[in-house]
T-cell receptor
Framework: AQSVAQPEDQVNVAEGNPLTVKCTYS??????LFWYVQYPNRGLQFLLK??????LVKGSYGFEAEFNKSQTSFHLKKPSALVSDSALYFC????????????FGTGTRLQVFP | DTAVSQTPKYLVTQMGNDKSIKCEQN?????MYWYKQDSKKFLKIMFS???????INETVPNRFSPKSPDKAHLNLHINSLELGDSAVYFC????????????FGPGTRLTVT
């Protein structure tokens, strides 16, 4: 079965420091991976996706993600965190059996302290 | 302009009632979805429609019935509401035929008392 795992419920980082939010995947075939962010009382917003090609994917708000096939990981990164980045982050993978379907991880709460 | 909109934003109702949530997208997308986010923030797909045709129907009680009058609208009707139905329901839409991201509505917080 296809799945993504987000091993950390919460990540704390000081403003200005680099941040990493971890995601590992388990898929049959080529993985199509996504990151979304959810601010309080809002819907999810798309950040970036990996389809194929360059292992470093750049997205919205200065975020990027690194695809690592050998480690089956797709970690979200940002060089310098902002307090406004504090939110809930979801990793997702497209289901190969039903390409309309996204399978989401359990979410990681990012807290950036001033 | 709001890309994906849902009404109402909040819905408080008693057990046993029937309620509907409406969703509209103005992005010209062919595919629309309903998701349920529980109190632990776990997000799970319920249904998807492509151009008014039901594509995904996850293991959802048949008290939940989606209806798509046209490809810009996907409504969710819930019969005989139960306490466990309390959650935030999100509508989303995307283009079809490739690896496209989904655009989410602001959510409807349903509370069943």
């Amino acid at each position: 079965a296809q799945s993504v795992a987000q091993p950390e419920d919460q990540v704390n980082v000081a403003e200005g420091n680099p941040l990493t939010v971890k995601c590992t995947y388990s898929v049959s075939g080529n993985p199509y991976l996504f990151w979304y962010v959810q601010y309080p009382n809002r819907g999810l917003q798309f950040l970036l996706k990996y389809i194929t090609g360059d292992n470093l994917v750049k997205g919205s708000y200065g975020f990027e993600a690194e695809f690592n096939k050998s480690q089956t990981s797709f970690h979200l990164k940002k060089p310098s965190a902002l307090v406004s980045d504090s939110a809930l982050y979801f990793c997702a993978v497209r289901d190969w059996r039903n390409t309309d379907k996204l399978i989401f991880g359990t979410g990681t709460r990012l807290q950036v302290f001033p | 302009d709001t890309a994906v909109s849902q009404t109402p934003k909040y819905l408080v109702t008693q057990m046993g009632n029937d309620k509907s949530i409406k969703c509209e997208q103005n992005l010209g997308h062919d595919t629309m979805y309903w998701y349920k986010q529980d109190s632990k923030k776990f997000l799970k797909i319920m249904f998807s429609y492509n151009n008014k045709e039901l594509i995904i129907n996850e293991t959802v009680p048949n008290r939940f019935s989606p209806k798509s009058p046209d490809k810009a609208h996907l409504n969710l009707h819930i019969n005989s509401l139960e306490l466990g139905d309390s959650a935030v329901y999100f509508c989303a839409s995307s283009q079809a035929g490739g690896v496209y991201e989904q655009y989410f509505g602001p959510g409807t917080r349903l509370t069943v008392t």
